[in-house]
């Protein structure tokens, strides 16, 4: 189970809160469709792998230090997910157009200059993310013994580890900054090791997820004594945060994990393929939020919406290509964008979900797309809003279950 925080803390911890709440408020498809990338070496910005990017650590006095008592050996992250800014629900009357939402997720999240890229972004349209962290980013290499890898010998990973303590400095300051701002920090897992590789995630029992949640949360709430950092600034949250989790690769056999993912807390899955539809609960509790099906514009096929899956719709899933294909792939992924969000902004209104990588692949044309889109549907739609995954849990929630089935009932949206 995930460590929980009583009552009586929380009351306790009040007074300490309101000193820094100032601070904190202000059909199939075509081509392969798994998260299956070739995985990189340690520093390169390939999913979930290091980038050691020039991103300032956190430095003493740093506001918002004060999060009161704390927990995890070393004090690195507070006892309590200190408040985010407010987001605001409306409940649906019964056939009232809901607002378009647009969900963008990223996998891995490591990269110290793409996720400030990111949060700078989405900064000036009043966006919100959510980033899947890969808890092994938070692990330095020198440590990497301390994963006991499900199904293979101890410090294995697929994706490597963080190269030293200082960049693991970085990006907790990354997290810290991007959970005050309002984005989502969930997880993408550890050691991302997928098919067809002994230890694959799909060949995962239940000791095996028991294992890698126990040990995710471990990187996370410990992450200030795996890397000898003994006067750190602590993270905001702690791993109870965590609401949902896009697994590697999009794998892993859902009768097994899902009753764990219940277990610890989760309210939603983003590992599935879908359409454009409303989402709706599985039989675990768990909201699904697909990968949708999407027209990939310009190459007359379709495939879900994710980056490695446009690439390999596009390129043949090479990640190099000349100047001008690196054109042709960023323009049809905007394209394919606007195109999705105006057919669901003129018709179900269903969310458009959107799953990424921090990668520079074909020259950055999926983060140059990513950047335009969000710019100028922003700008373009005037109810659209861009929400974490977390966001659009708290809104379905909040509305009527008659409402939500009858959104759902209006079906997939054809474009």
Known sequence: MRPRVLVPLLLALAAALGLVMGAVLPGAPSSPTADSSTPAPSGSTDPGTSDSGSAAPATEGSTAAAVGEVMGEGGGVSA???????????????????????????????????????????????????FFVSGLCLLPEDQRFLYDTPGRD?????????????????????YKEAYERGH??????????????????NSWGPAEWQSEFA??????????????????????????????ARTPCLEGQRDVMYPIFAENGFTYDASN??????????????WEFPLQTMKVVGYDR???????????????????????TCDRIEQSTYDSLMAATDALYNGNRAPLFFGNHFNTWVCGAYQNAITRYVLDASAMYPDLK???????????????PAVLKQLVAQGVQSY
Not at 88 to 112: H, M, N, R, Y
Not at 302 to 324: E, G, K, R, V
Not at 386 to 400: C, I, R, T, Y
Request: aromatic share 10%; with cysteine; charged share 15%.
């Open 215 to 244: 040990q995710d949360i471990g990187f996370m709430d410990n992450w200030a004594a795996n890397n000898g950092i003994t006067d750190p600034i602590p993270l905001p949250f702690n791993h109870s945060v965590m609401q949902g």
């Open 273 to 286: 393929p879908g359409v454009l539809q409303w989402p709706s609960k599985n039989e675990y509790g768990l």
């Open 184 to 201: 989502e920090i969930g997880t993408h897992f550890l050691g991302h090791w997928c098919e067809p590789n002994d230890g694959a995630v």
């Open 80 to 130: 309590v997910n200190l408040p985010q800014p407010e987001f605001p629900v409306e409940k649906l009357a019964a056939g009232e157009k809901p607002p378009q939402f647009v969900t963008i997720s990223f996998d891995g999240s490591c990269s110290l200059d793409i996720m400030r890229h990111y949060m700078d972004t989405a900064a000036q349209v009043d966006a919100f993310f959510t």
């Open 386 to 400: 861009f929400v974490s995954n977390a966001q659009l849990v708290k809104w379905l929630e909040a509305q009527d």
């Open 302 to 324: 379709s495939n879900l919406s994710m980056d490695y899956n446009f690439l390999c719709a596009q390129n043949d899933c090479q990640q190099q290509a000349d100047q001008a």
């Open 154 to 174: 101890a410090g294995s990973s697929a994706i490597g580890f963080a190269d030293d303590a200082q960049e693991v400095v970085g990006r907790i300051a990354n």
